[in-house]
């Protein structure tokens, strides 16, 4: 799938050297330079202010999470509470 109008291409940019978001970001934090992660994961580091996100970029590498349970149990409880959590996190009106 292209990307959108107005998301910039990833192509031909180089992967992470540290092998996990999660790396990139506390390698951030403890000033050893800069990362480019989810924003929705970080949204506490930055209001804290121990990351800054410098401008509004933001852009796809087209990878998405998938949140999988079995049909007949779509309605319990706890995957009905986990999945309105979930989808409230990641709404771009929460950030």
């Not at 050893?32 to 506490?44: H, K, N, R, W």
């Not at 996100?53 to 852009?59: G, T």
Request: with cysteine; proline share 9%.
């Amino acid at each position: 799938m292209p990307p959108a109008v107005d998301e910039p291409s990833l192509a031909g940019r180089p992967a992470s050297r540290l092998g996990a978001q999660s790396f990139e970001a506390r390698a951030a934090v403890a000033g050893q330079g800069v990362a480019i992660l989810t924003p929705e994961f970080y949204s506490d580091d930055v209001a804290l202010g121990r990351l800054y996100q410098p401008f509004e970029l933001r852009c796809s590498e087209g990878r998405n999470y998938w949140l999988v349970y079995p049909h007949a149990r779509r309605n319990a409880p706890k995957i009905r509470a986990f999945r309105e959590w979930i989808l409230g996190e990641l709404t771009p009106d929460s950030a």
